[in-house]
């Protein structure tokens, strides 16, 4: 009986405690409830069409408050009576009170009108004409002039998407709109996401539906689908389904007779066809681009544009935006925060700041959000609004020290540009080869039917991101990866700044993608390992990616006008690889990788030129030698003392 009543006390500890806990899971999730209301309102825009639009407003109406509003493609659910748990950029400033807006776009979710995927701006609009820059003016100034107890003062913010939309939001901007934090903004998507240097993201394919399936009536409930790989190995999928033009099928919608057989070529999805019509960097996405237009974001916006130097997604739009707005706006308030994280890693509320495998410490992202972006919205939106916000211009972060740094400008000042050269044997060295007759052809086989992996993974995933940080020794180990390294450095040498790749290559073929890699070799007496870390993995002599990039070979001279290689012809290949800020620390490595396949991260160059390869067929795909020659040198901004 005794052993009995035990148990039954335990069991309803146990309860009790689950019990406790839920209710102190509830309290902290019903902070938007007891203290926001929530009014959606259908806002019409210059030219009559209607974007849905979600107010949540502060309870306490004895003050005046700042709006924040995102624009997203994502929709602002939920829709109705219920209510987010979380709203605005972080914790901090829901807390504190503030009117947060989110909309969703034209043509998603609950607002009307046709999408358009990052659609152009319009410098000189005529009439009713409108674009993006107009429906983000049009509604600032219906939020102003409509919603109670505002103070006049807006502020945008976003991530990804959303963050190009915040980017939109300071050009031809509101004289209400203050503030504007473009997070990990999308730039061009000939750059970002879908295509790097007119290579395109294969390991993407699965969120193409996403973007380019049509509707035209406001909806609540989700009216894409993704497409079903049916496969766990996205390697072997890839390879089996061969040239891009295979995939065609998946975005065929409008079947209206599942027995028949449909066209191969026929596309449903706008999206895709948009990709597959315009290979080049032509008119459509040269207008699609919004890096171009910084001039046109006046004085009178405040920008902290933040990144994620690991971002997989959007590396180039923040650093070409900060760099847009610096170059073209000289009496701008413009600011930079990158900091050691993945793709929108800095609005979580994680102790521990990792990405993939590797660690950079603890509450990172925490600090962020209540030192630097609540700081930068309080002072824009609620204080003086001068230039003294007592944040610093570069609040970068050096994931090889693993520690914050401010600079007064970026790249910093005291940054001088330095050439490393591949050798024959291996090594990277400073010196250049001292006579044409010590210039050497290195050649490795590129095999179509055995491409470079770009994870050891076993795995399919929407879009890849922990790849960034992945331990490179397994690429390393492959004939078809050309490895260049310094010897064992003897004092910390830190990057900071963009790298350019100057290949001197030749190729068998026609046609060749060239894939180039920093990495950071750690010493091989290292025992701790990180927390979380692969079990077939150890720190010691890990082969950290500090930076990777691509450039398609047709566009090693223009991205506009593409042109085959001449067979077994030396030629100049620049590939830019975006900005680092990384110390490589004494005792370890600097390493080079060469590569010209990286799958399925990035489709299958046929190696030999067609016009269009995304119409290429099974034929065009052959295998070829290539050659990296030892005048080939890496050009690095080096940080000096």
Known sequence: MKKFSLLFIAISMLFSACNTSKKTEKSKDTFVVDNYTKKEIDIAMRDGVKLHTTIYSPKDTSKEYPIIMQRTPYSSRPYGEDMKTKIGPNIHLMKEGNIIVYQDVRGRWMSEGVYDNMRAYKPNKKDNESDEVSDTYDTIDWLVKNVENNNGNVGTWGISYPGHYATISAIDAHPALKAASPQACIGDFFFDDFHHNGAFLLSYFRAISLFGTYKDTPTDSAWYSFPKMNSQDQYQFFLDKGPLKNLNEYFQYDKLDVNSTASKDKIDDFFWKEIVEHPNYDSVWQSKGIIQHMNKVPSSVATMIVGGWFDAEDLYGPLETYKGIEKNGKDNYNTMVFGPWDHGKWARNTVKNTVGNYYFGDSISLKFQSEIE????????????????????????????????????????????????LTENNRLVVAPPVHKNYIKPI?????????????????????????????????????????????????????????LAKLKVATTGTAADWIVKVID?????????????????????????????????????????????????????????????????????????????????????????????????????????????????IEFSVLKD
């Open 374 to 421: 609540t700081k930068f919205f309080n002072h824009f939106l609620k204080g003086k609004g001068d230039k003294n916000s007592g944040l610093p211009e570069a609040y970068v972060f050096d994931s090889g020290k693993k520690e914050w740094k401010s600079y007064d400008a970026w790249p910093p000042k005291n940054v001088v540009k330095q050439n490393f050269y």
């Open 443 to 499: 050649q490795f086989i590129s095999d179509i039917k055995r491409p470079v992996p770009y994870s050891e993974d076993i795995k399919t995933v929407f879009t890849p991101r922990k790849y960034m940080t992945d331990d490179q020794r397994f690429a390393a180990r492959r004939p078809d990866v050309l490895v260049f390294e310094t010897d064992v450095l003897t004092e910390d040498f830190t990057l900071a700044g963009d790298i």
């Open 521 to 633: 070799v750690h010493p091989s007496d290292i025992k701790e390992d990180n927390e979380g870390l692969q079990d077939h993995l150890k720190m010691s002599n890990y082969h950290l990616m500090v930076r990777s990039e691509v450039l398609r070979g047709r566009f090693r001279n223009s991205f506009a006008k593409p042109e085959p290689f001449i067979p077994n012809k030396k030629t100049a290949v620049n590939i830019k690889l975006q900005d680092v800020f990384h110390t490589f620390k004494k005792g370890h490595k600097l390493q080079i990788q060469v590569q010209s396949t990286w799958f399925p991260l990035i489709d299958l160059n046929p190696q030999t030129y067609v016009d269009n390869i995304y119409k290429a067929d099974e034929a065009d795909f052959k295998t070829q030698t290539h050659t990296v020659f030892t005048d080939s040198s």
